[in-house]
């Protein structure tokens, strides 16, 4: 089993800069892919960014310049530095853990104000 504890969020101003963190417990593999996801209220979820073996990582498009996910495989924690935030930011921010099947957190939201 995994477990994965979101957190970092907060209240944050256009242009201001927030650190997320993914804690992730149980039988981990530095090998499987880690991903961040958002939801905003009224909209499906969608993909932000993945890191997968070797540091690879991907990006939405409109997030690419602005967010940078890291990982550290010795504390098991995946990182979202976001940077010059956006009102379209604002959103519930989970963490995915890819194995055999996927882990899920329970998100940890993401305000920010124009």
């Known amino acids: 089993q995994v477990q994965l504890v979101e957190s970092g969020g907060g209240l944050v101003q256009a242009g201001g800069s927030l650190r997320l963190s993914c804690a992730a417990s149980g039988t981990i593999s530095s090998i499987n892919a880690m991903a961040w996801f958002r939801q905003a209220p009224g909209k499906q979820r969608e993909w932000v960014a993945t890191i997968a073996s070797g540091g690879i990582t991907s990006y939405l498009d409109s997030v690419r310049g602005r967010f940078t996910i890291s990982r550290d495989s010795a504390k098991n924690t995946v990182y979202l530095q976001m940077n010059s935030l956006k009102p379209e930011d604002t959103a519930l921010y989970y963490c995915?853990?890819?194995?055999?099947?996927?882990?899920w957190g329970q998100g940890t939201q993401v305000t920010v104000s124009s």
């Open positions: 995915r853990y890819r194995a055999i099947r996927d882990y």
